[in-house]
């Protein structure tokens, strides 16, 4: 390694760079920690993702798998891959224009279908009823708040853009009354 002269060019560009590193570092750490509404937002939302993704592991994935199950673990499926209840949720609420009150509503839909299901109500095919039956009420086990941090990692991360919807369909369910 090569020594930096006490004088000279190299020494006063050495001297010149750790002179306003200080002030260049500051005004980036101030830059970064502005009030500017998206670096707050984004991180809270990151941090309610988190959140909803963390009480769908505990709370939901026992039922609800998030991966798409093999031929074998169709068999002992205890209710509907999430990635298909999302998919029908989306479907369900498609015709409303503006994508915020799309959302929103679809959000309501979930916690509200999660605390009180009715199968009038239900977004999923007749068949995924008949073989799981009506999910039963989580109100003991789950709030109304850990909900709706649920169903937005749900609505964020699901169906994955991976997912074929109607090629599945068409390949599990060939001749089911599919709505």
Not at 19 to 30: E, I, R, S
């Amino acid at each position: 390694m090569k020594a930096v002269p006490c004088s000279g060019p190299a020494f006063l560009k050495l001297n010149t760079m750790t002179k306003f590193f200080p002030a260049v570092f500051f005004a980036f750490l101030v830059s970064c920690g502005s009030d500017s509404p998206d670096t707050p937002v984004t991180s809270e939302k990151q941090a309610q993702l988190k959140v909803g993704e963390q009480l769908y592991k505990e709370r939901c994935s026992v039922c609800h798998l998030s991966e798409f199950p093999s031929k074998e673990l169709r068999k002992s499926m205890l209710a509907p891959p999430v990635f298909g209840i999302m998919t029908h949720v989306k479907e369900g609420f498609e015709h409303i224009e503006d994508p915020s009150d799309r959302k929103d509503q679809a959000l309501a839909f979930i916690v509200d279908y999660a605390l009180n299901p009715d199968s009038t109500k239900s977004l999923c095919e007749p068949h995924a009823i008949k073989r799981f039956g009506l999910m039963p009420t989580i109100k003991a086990s789950t709030s109304e708040k850990e909900l709706e941090y649920i169903a937005e990692y749900l609505y964020e991360n699901f169906p994955p853009d991976t997912f074929d919807h109607e090629k599945n369909r068409r390949k599990h369910h060939p001749t089911k009354e599919l709505h």
